[in-house]
Nanobody
Framework: VQLQASGGGLVQAGGSLRLSCAAS????????MGWYRQAPGKQRELVAT???????NYADSVKGRFTISRDNAKNTVDLQMNSLKPEDTAVYYC?????????????????WGQGTQVTVSS
């Protein structure tokens, strides 16, 4: 399984960015997909996750500003980020967990994308 993320960049405070991530490989379904981020000198932290039945979970710091969505048929997950703040600056990583393979084997590996840089200037 591979995850390919895109959409990062440089934006001014108050602006918006949209991150996208596509999972590829022998996938029948994915239980949970999500986004995490890691700022310099800090630990990686959860941003938002979404399950196959669209149950979502957000970090308190992004509630009301970020929206996560997914397309189960395409195995993609997006993160719409609005009202961005300088403290949102980080490398953002796509994650997939709980994969049912095309041969109906359960795979509980945590898969990660390569990371995409988001920089918010003040």
């Amino acid at each position: 399984v591979q995850l390919q993320a895109s959409g990062g960049g440089l934006v001014q405070a108050g602006g918006s960015l949209r991150l996208s991530c596509a999972a590829s490989g022998r996938i029948f379904s994915i239980n949970r997909m999500g986004w995490y981020r890691q700022a310099p000198g800090k630990q990686r932290e959860l941003v938002a996750t979404i399950t196959g039945i669209s149950s979502t979970n957000y970090a308190d710091s992004v509630k009301g500003r970020f929206t996560i969505s997914r397309d189960n048929a395409k195995n993609t997950v997006d993160l719409q980020m609005n009202s961005l703040k300088p403290e949102d600056t980080a490398v953002y990583y796509c994650n997939a967990y709980g994969i049912l393979t095309s041969t109906l084997r359960s795979d509980v590996t945590d898969y990660w994308g390569q990371g995409t840089q988001v920089t918010v200037s003040s």
